[in-house]
């Protein structure tokens, strides 16, 4: 039973470039949620994705969007890069129905800005 | 607004000794409470989660948590701590009564150093 997988693991980027993360949720899960995990800090969270449409969102600005397939995978695209944004990003994956079951993460994506 | 704190930056126990972490919570409703593990360059794995009924709530590896609605807390505790329990905790509260999309707010995190 394949988890929560996300890529890429590592990435470098410089200021003001846009990148994509990818998320695979866990087999049998529609839901996606994302969170910004800081360095020292705990995660803090981005948005959340079922049937593709963007149902909840923190505080963050409009450079970050999303986007989910109808496989539930899911991107995280982060526009007009800061150095602020260098963080550890992970995905976290549900299942709708069952609203009191948790939430499973991957392994995240650790992004680099210079 | 959901909040939860996390008094201690780290927990320093020695193997064998009993092990707990604190965290407190705000909610508006209903707290939905949950404890993660998270290990070096690792994602976060669930330990343990109170939804509602016992106030002792029983997880994996060992942990348990007791939740205090007066004291609007959740603590996470081992009665004997392992070398390998050795990582970064994180309390985590959803509000059961207004967010029916299962948003997390998590707390800093504790880090939990056990000596041999």
């Known amino acids: 039973d394949a988890g929560v997988t996300q890529s890429p693991t590592h990435l470098i980027k410089t200021r003001g470039q846009q990148v994509t993360l990818r998320c695979s949720p866990k087999?049998?899960?529609?839901?996606v949620s994302w969170y910004q995990q800081a360095l020292g800090q705990g995660p803090q969270f981005i948005f959340q994705?079922?049937?593709?449409?963007?149902?909840q969102r923190g505080n963050f600005p409009d450079r970050f969007s999303g986007h989910q397939f109808p496989n539930y995978s899911s991107e995280l695209n982060v526009n007009a890069l800061l150095l602020g944004d260098s963080a550890l990003y992970l995905c976290?994956?549900?299942?709708?129905?069952?609203?009191?079951?948790?939430?499973?993460f991957g392994d995240g994506t650790r992004l680099s800005i210079l | 607004a959901q909040s939860v704190a996390q008094p201690e930056d780290q927990v320093n126990v020695a193997e064998g000794n009993p092990l707990t972490v604190k965290c407190t919570y705000s909610?508006?409703?209903?707290?939905?409470l949950f404890w993660y593990v998270q290990y070096p360059n690792r994602g976060l794995q669930f330990l343990l989660k109170?939804?509602?009924?016992?106030?002792l709530v029983k997880g994996s590896y060992g942990f348990e948590a007791e939740f205090n609605k007066s004291q609007t807390s959740f603590h996470l505790k081992k009665p004997s701590a392992l070398v390998s329990d050795s990582a970064l905790y994180f309390c985590?509260?959803?509000?059961?009564?207004?967010?029916?999309?299962?948003?997390?707010?998590f707390g800093a995190g504790t880090q939990v150093v056990v000596t041999p």
């Open positions: 976290a994956s549900s299942l709708a129905a069952e609203w009191d079951q948790p939430q499973h």
């Open positions: 087999s049998g899960h529609d839901t």
């Open positions: 994705y079922y049937e593709e449409e963007e149902r």
């Open positions: 909610v508006s409703g209903n707290p939905y």
């Open positions: 109170y939804i509602t009924g016992d106030n």
């Open positions: 985590a509260v959803r509000d059961g009564a207004t967010d029916s999309w299962g948003k997390l707010q």
